[in-house]
């Protein structure tokens, strides 16, 4: 088993900022992608930003420039960098990741965190 636990996130004003965390834990586990989602009420979820094994990064668009996704490859763990925050950025943000344990490929979840921003 595999845990994500978030922390950040919270309630800030239009073209402020904040930080989400998400740190991995568990036994025998090797990460192919890991990231954050989103789900804004009455919508889909969404890819915000996500690391792959490789390194290659993808942001959804409407985050370039204003959003950076980091890690902390030692801690397991990533960081969301989000700047210049607008109101169309509040939803539930979710800590993910696509991991192999014992040849075999499992996604989790974490617990999710609100981001509400205020116009």
């Known amino acids: 088993q595999v845990q994500l636990v978030e922390s950040g996130g919270g309630l800030v004003q239009a073209g402020g900022s904040l930080r989400l965390s998400c740190a991995a834990s568990?036994?025998?586990?090797?990460?192919?992608?890991i990231g954050w989602y989103r789900q804004a009420p009455g919508k889909l979820r969404e890819s915000v930003a996500i690391i792959k094994s490789g390194g290659r990064i993808n942001y959804l668009d409407s985050v370039k420039g204003r959003f950076t996704i980091s890690r902390d490859n030692a801690k397991n763990t990533i960081i969301l960098q989000m700047n210049s925050l607008k109101f169309e950025d509040t939803a539930v943000y979710y800590c993910?990741?696509?991991?192999?344990?014992?040849?075999?490929?499992?996604?989790?979840w974490g617990q999710g965190t609100q981001v509400a921003v205020s116009s």
């Open positions: 568990g036994s025998t586990f090797s990460i192919n992608a």
């Open positions: 993910y990741a696509d991991v192999t344990r014992y040849l075999r490929r499992y996604e989790y």
